[in-house]
C-alpha cells in the first residue's frame, strides 16, 4: 500500500505511507489488487479475513528460534491486541516453515530421547535376567552407553548440530552394541562358573569369542560406514557416527568391559550354580 501510495504520487517518498482517509485506502488497494492479484494474496485472502505478515530469517538453532517466536508472540500481542477490543474475533497464529521445523525438530528430539530410554531399560531388565544379577547387568550397560556418549561429544567438540539425521543413531547403535556385550558375557558367565578366576574368565572370553566379535562389529561398521559416501546428508552424518559408534562399543567391550569384571567382580550366579552342581553330585 505504501509503494503504491507512493507511485501514484510521482514517487514522492513523503507520500509512502498508509493514507489516513479509508475511502484513498481503498482505492489504492483496488489500484494494487487489480495489478498484482498474486501479490496481494501473498499478505491477505480473498475475502480480507486473514492477513499474513512474512519476514526471513537466517539458519539457526532451535533454542534460538524458541526466544525468537517467544518475543515475536509478546510483540504481536503489544501492536495488534488493542484490536480484540473492536474485533473480538481476531486472533494470531505463528506459522510457516522455520515454525514447523522447529515444532518437527523438537518433537523427533523428545520421541528419540523417549525410544533410547525405554529401550535402555528394557535391554538392562534382559541383561538383569540373562546374567544372573543385577549387578552384573548394570555393569553390562556402563560399555554400552560410551558409543552414543562419545558420537554426541565428538559432535559436540566439532560444533556439528543436532537435527533429525543425527538424533536417529543412538537408538539404533544401543541396540546394535548390546549383541557384542551380550555375546561376550555370556561365555565370560560360563568361564567365571567354572574357574572362580575372573583372569582367567576374561582370558578364556577373549580367546574364544574376541575374533569373532571383532569381525561382526568390524562389517556392522564397514555397512554404516559406505552411508558416509552418499552425497545426501540425510544418509551420510548417520552413515559416519553409526561406523563411529560401533568401533567404539567394540573398543569398550575388548578393553573396558573385562576391566569392570576385574573392579567390581560380580557373582553372575556362580553360588547358586555351584550349590546345584553340588546337589546334583550328591545325588549321583
Known sequence: MEDTNQVMHGDDPAYHTVPDDPQLTAQLLYLFNNANPDDRRDVVSDDYRHSHISFLLRNAGTNEYTAFFDKLDGDFERIFGHLKADYPGLSLETTGTF????????????????????????????????????????????????????????????????????????????????????????????????????????????????QAVAFTSLILGLGFGVLGFAGYLGLA???????????????????????????????MGRNKALKHLAAQTAQS
Request: aromatic share 10%; no cysteine.
Open 237 to 267: 552424518k548417520p552413515g559416519v557416527f553409526g561406523a563411529m559408534a560401533i568401533m567404539v562399543a567394540l573398543l569398550s567391550d575388548l578393553l573396558f568391559l573385562p576391566a569392570l569384571m576385574h573392579w567390581f567382580k560380580p557373582g
Open 99 to 210: 515454525y514447523l521445523m522447529m515444532e518437527l525438530m523438537d518433537h523427533v528430539a523428545w520421541t528419540q530421547l523417549k525410544s533410547f530410554s525405554v529401550a535402555l531399560i528394557v535391554i538392562t531388565l534382559v541383561m538383569i535376567v540373562t546374567l544372573g544379577s543385577p549387578q552384573a547387568g548394570l555393569i553390562s550397560m556402563i560399555p554400552n552407553l560410551m558409543p552414543a556418549l562419545f558420537t554426541f561429544g565428538v559432535m559436540g567438540w566439532f560444533n556439528i548440530p543436532l537435527d533429525t539425521d543425527t538424533l536417529i543413531v543412538a537408538p539404533i547403535i544401543i541396540g546394535i552394541a548390546v549383541d557384542d556385550t551380550i555375546h561376550f558375557l555370556t561365555h565370560y558367565r560360563y568361564s567365571w562358573i567354572e574357574h572362580g578366576d575372573v583372569g582367567t574368565a576374561v582370558r578364556q572370553t577373549l580367546r574364544e569369542v574376541g
